[in-house]
């Protein structure tokens, strides 16, 4: 029988071994390139994620209609105003927002226009939409049957009707609607109305801004009452006109005054109704745009456009501005 020798034997076992040992060091490498790949996935997928949306809160419904949400243009952000102040806005994408009494923040409701004013009530509104008019009252939407460019309406005193604006090639014509049918009548027809066809709040009559040269502007008003273009004319008294580009006017409550942004160095005058003078209001390196007394005549709100479209509000007593962070606003209308 074949032996085999001692030295044959020594080196077969080693032979084994190191197999053996080789085979437990690959595996063990393997092992620990599982562990490795199984880590780095879990570091990626658990510790570098998208940090989650903030939750908005919601607020309470506002007056004026269904609340969708509170507005969503940064969570962390305080939309207050002052105490006591309520205003309705609208974007520049066309949704309308409005904050409830005592400061609580800006809500946006289901209703989509621009140019939106607020009647006497509070809760009747009047907006447009692609050169269209809305009325919202008693939780419904009303259309006014006209064609054209329908601009700045305006609220009279009463809020049992509005005027507005029918932009058009050959001029800018004015129109009257009441509320009751809301069958537009044709007022008047002049080359370029630059501010709302307002009511005065002592007269009832109603206000035109027209454009006359790049740096004048006359104010007049009319008789409200007046349905043809000649009555209208005669009706006429002129109230003052301005070397200034004008671009937007409120009247102030007691009908004393009015308040006007200039087109051209973008700042916000006062109009003195009896005497035509011209006084400065807000002076600054902000382009300033649609000024609008609240209902006292205590604040006055207006567009920084420099700003991106926020809203500012200026406290009359003490000539105190207050920066509301809510930006690209493209109307604004006091409920109080």
């Known amino acids: 029988m074949y032996k085999r020798k001692r030295g044959e034997y020594i080196a077969g076992v080693s032979l084994f071994n190191t197999i ?48 969708a949400t509170s507005v969503p243009v940064n969570p962390n ?30 809500v946006k409701s289901l209703l989509h226009g621009s140019e939106v ?6 809760r009747t509104l009047a907006y447009t939409r692609s050169g269209g008019l809305y009325i919202y009252r008693a ?28 932009r058009e090639a050959n001029g800018d014509s004015v129109y009257r609607v009441p509320l009751d ?19 005065n709040p002592a007269t009832g009559r109603l206000l035109i801004v027209e454009k006359l040269g790049a740096k004048q ?27 200034r580009a004008v671009n937007w006017a409120s009247y102030h409550p007691n009908a004393a005054s009015l308040v ?15 005497s035509g003078d011209v006084q400065p209001v807000v002076m600054d390196s902000g382009y300033k745009r649609r000024p609008t007394f609240n209902k006292d005549g205590s604040w006055l709100a207006y567009v920084n456009v420099t700003d991106g479209g926020k809203l500012y509000v200026f406290r009359i007593s003490d000539k105190h501005i207050y920066s509301i962070p809510f930006g690209s606003i493209a109307s604004l209308s006091w409920v109080n």
Not at 153 to 166: E, H, I, K, R, Y
Not at 222 to 242: E, H, L, N, Y
Not at 260 to 274: R, V
């Open 20 to 67: 053996w040992l080789s085979l437990i060091g690959v595996g063990l490498c393997l092992l620990m390139l599982i562990s490795v790949g199984a880590m780095w996935q879990w570091v990626t997928e658990e510790h570098f994620s998208a940090p989650p949306i903030p939750t908005v809160r919601a607020v309470q419904r506002p007056a004026v209609g269904p609340v």
């Open 139 to 166: 939780g419904r939407e009303e259309t006014v049957s006209i064609s054209g460019n329908i601009i700045m309406p305006a609220w009279n005193a009463t809020g049992d009707g509005l005027a507005f604006v029918l």
């Open 217 to 243: 502007t006359i104010f007049y008003t009319i008789d409200p009452d007046c349905t043809t273009q000649i009555d209208c004319a005669k009706s006429r008294r002129d109230v003052a006109m301005v070397n």
């Open 260 to 274: 006007f942004s200039d087109l051209d160095d973008g700042n916000l005058y006062l109009l003195l109704t009896g």
């Open 117 to 122: 004013t607020v009647a006497p009530d509070g």
């Open 77 to 106: 952000v305080s939309l207050l105003l002052p105490e006591g102040a309520r205003l309705i806005l609208s974007s520049a994408n066309g949704d309308i927002f409005a904050n409830e009494a005592n400061g609580t923040a800006f």
């Open 181 to 199: 049918s809301l069958q537009p009548v044709h007022l008047l027809t002049v080359p370029e109305i630059v501010a709302p066809p307002l009511t």
